[in-house]
């Protein structure tokens, strides 16, 4: 079996994960819910303008920074963002220990030197 198609047979193998399914369903219910996804899409429209100011050497206006903030604080006690957000950390986390166990497999002896 090639490298290639081993990969594949991981990526399978990850769909099945309790993380990944996790991930799954709280993005639908994500998408279902229309005042997550605006308050999402609201924020990083925020961010862009933000970053994109910066990147300009211009400070965000203090309105900026109050949308940004107020909208953060909305964010923070949606329960269907929090459950996407805590199901995002736990699928990367996940993911941190799979990319570490290739590692090993890759390079074992230097995990013996750490």
């Given at each position: 079996?090639?490298?290639?198609?081993?990969?594949?047979?991981l990526g399978q193998e990850?769909?099945?994960?309790?993380?990944?399914?996790?991930?799954?369903?709280?993005?639908?219910?994500?998408?279902?819910?229309?005042?997550?996804?605006?308050?999402?899409?609201?924020?990083?429209?925020?961010?862009?303008?933000?970053?994109f100011a910066q990147q300009?050497?211009?400070?965000?206006?203090?309105?900026?920074?109050?949308?940004?903030?107020?909208?953060?604080?909305?964010?923070?006690?949606?329960?269907?963002?929090?459950?996407?957000?805590?199901?995002?950390?736990?699928?990367?986390?996940?993911?941190?220990?799979?990319?570490?166990?290739?590692?090993?497999?890759?390079?074992?002896?230097?995990?013996?030197?750490?």
């Amino acid at each position: 079996m090639s490298v290639i198609e081993k990969a594949k047979e991981l990526g399978q193998e990850i769909r099945k994960t309790e993380e990944y399914q996790e991930l799954e369903r709280v993005s639908e219910n994500m998408q279902d819910d229309s005042e997550a996804s605006q308050m999402i899409k609201e924020i990083q429209e925020l961010q862009q303008q933000i970053q994109f100011a910066q990147q300009s050497g211009v400070q965000p206006s203090e309105e900026q920074i109050q949308q940004f903030n107020d909208l953060k604080s909305k964010m923070d006690t949606n329960l269907t963002i929090q459950a996407y957000a805590r199901a995002q950390n736990e699928f990367s986390e996940f993911m941190q220990k799979v990319n570490s166990s290739i590692s090993e497999g890759i390079n074992p002896d230097a995990q013996k030197e750490t």
